[in-house]
């Protein structure tokens, strides 16, 4: 495994970002193995957006994982739910996550609340599908169009990410963790930059968006299938209602 170094994002993390790195990122060299590739593909400067699968509940840990360690600490776009999680919510807000309000008056505010720190120079990530893949197999389902309009309206460039492995630390929905004393193999894998350079003079068009996204999808999805060696489905999973 080779861990490309950048060089650091220029702004302050708070205090409790540092003190989650110190605690979390020790407690999982120790429980998993890491087979982590593409690094180089993450921009050295500037703010990016990141696209990954969601397909077990701790994949955003170990996704952030990753991209602590190749110099990027990770900003969520995360449900507005979770906010609402007594200590969890306190928690999120301290770490400067950025919550989503679905389907309200309040939709917009992430929009701009991440592309005011992709202009500072943050690392935004987004788990496109907004919710746990509902394919019975874990590919990427077709996502929601919120990632196309943020790349296309913040011209920020898209890091798309696939990873396989949590499931084996925590399965889809699961109680109990996995068996640990195995130090489950965590595969990361990034790609280049996703080419959406012939609609980024349709930032406000949601056919756009819509292209964007599905755009982005397919090459985390091809990702993902170099990573499992297996061919995906023709046609991604449809999931329709929130969920979790």
């Known amino acids: 495994m080779t861990v490309v170094r950048r060089q650091p994002s220029h702004h302050d993390l708070p205090w409790s970002y540092h003190a989650v790195i110190t605690t979390v990122r020790p407690l999982l060299q120790v429980a998993t193995r890491r087979d982590w590739a593409g690094g180089e593909h ?16 701790v994949d955003p840990i170990t996704l952030a994982h990753y991209l602590v360690d190749h110099g990027h600490p990770p900003f969520y776009l995360a449900k507005s739910s979770l906010f609402e999680v007594p ?83 925590l399965g889809r929905y699961a109680r109990r963790p996995g068996n640990l004393l195995a130090r489950p193999v965590q595969q990361v894998l990034a790609g ?15 056919r756009a968006h819509t292209e964007a996204t599905t755009r982005i999808m397919a090459a985390v999805t091809a990702q993902l299938a170099t990573l499992r060696g297996e061919e995906p489905p023709a046609h991604p999973h449809e999931h329709r209602g929130e969920g979790r």
């Open 42 to 57: 993450l921009p050295e400067r500037g703010g990016f957006i990141v696209a990954g699968n969601h397909y077990s509940e």
């Open 87 to 169: 200590l969890l919510g306190r928690a999120l807000t301290h770490l400067e996550q950025v919550p989503v309000y679905r389907a309200s008056s309040r939709a917009r505010d992430a929009l701009v609340a991440a592309r005011e720190a992709l202009h500072d120079g943050r690392c935004i990530v987004i788990m496109p599908e907004g919710t746990l893949t509902r394919d019975p197999d874990l590919w990427p389902m077709r996502a929601k169009p919120g990632v196309g309009r943020l790349a296309l309206t913040s011209g920020a460039p898209v890091i798309p990410v696939a990873q396989w492995g949590a499931q084996r630390i």
């Open 192 to 206: 280049p930059p996703v080419d959406l350079s012939d609609l980024q003079d349709r930032p406000e068009d949601p």
